[in-house]
């Protein structure tokens, strides 16, 4: 689905997360295969007149700019999404970034590992596994190693498509937050659902220790 009345906003808010921003394409059981293309913030503040809680895309060259960190006061403008399934963060394109108040750097024992996110490289290199929702949504939130991906599944190969968004761990294996949560379906046309039980997570790890 393509939005086409896309909007400049402007925005501004507290940091009370940073998350890689990623992709994932799946195939039956074959390939899960994950793209990582900056970073998503979530802010309590105001976006487009109405307060509450919203996500914008960021780059990576913008994240390594300015360093933003949770807590910090940021504002800045951003566009609406043309295409909803293609990305979880409420807005995209941001620009006129700015901090307003720096965060007081203060030192907390992980888990959540609330970090300066690392760069994208290092998130390609370490892999993800599946991550329960009900964790994303809670304890593992502010966490710089947790995702919601936009997930793009092949559904007729090179004739149809479904979307969805699923949450993923870039975490150490033996963080003790982890859960994996149910296996997640795979649909393939005529095959019904197949599903992806974690094995794909080993493969996706497996330059890793438990503790990395």
């Not at 919601?148 to 963080?175: H, L, N, Q, T």
Request: glycine share 8%.
């Amino acid at each position: 689905m393509i939005i086409n009345d896309q909007e400049k906003i402007a925005w501004q808010g507290t940091i009370v997360s940073i998350q890689p921003r990623t992709t994932v394409w799946r195939y039956k059981l074959d390939n899960r295969t994950h793209y990582h293309r900056g970073y998503n913030l979530f802010l309590d503040g105001e976006a487009d007149g109405v307060v509450g809680r919203f996500s914008v895309a960021v780059s990576e060259k913008q994240q390594q700019k300015l360093i933003f960190r949770i807590g910090d006061q940021v504002k800045g403008t951003a566009w609406t999404k043309r295409y909803p399934v293609s990305d979880y963060a409420d807005y995209y394109r941001a620009g006129n970034l700015k901090i307003l108040t720096r965060a007081d750097q203060k030192d907390t024992t992980p888990p959540p590992y609330l970090i300066e996110p690392p760069d994208m490289a290092t998130y390609e290199w370490r892999g993800a596994r599946m991550l329960s929702k009900s964790r994303y949504n809670g304890k593992c939130f502010p966490c710089a190693w947790a995702t919601m991906s936009a997930v793009e599944i092949e559904y007729d190969w090179g004739v149809s498509r479904k979307y969805r968004f699923e949450s993923f761990c870039y975490g150490p294996k033996s963080c003790p937050f982890y859960q994996m949560g149910r296996p997640r379906s795979v649909p393939y046309k005529k095959f019904g659902s197949l599903y992806d039980e974690g094995w794909l997570d080993d493969i996706c790890t497996e330059r890793r220790d438990w503790d990395e």
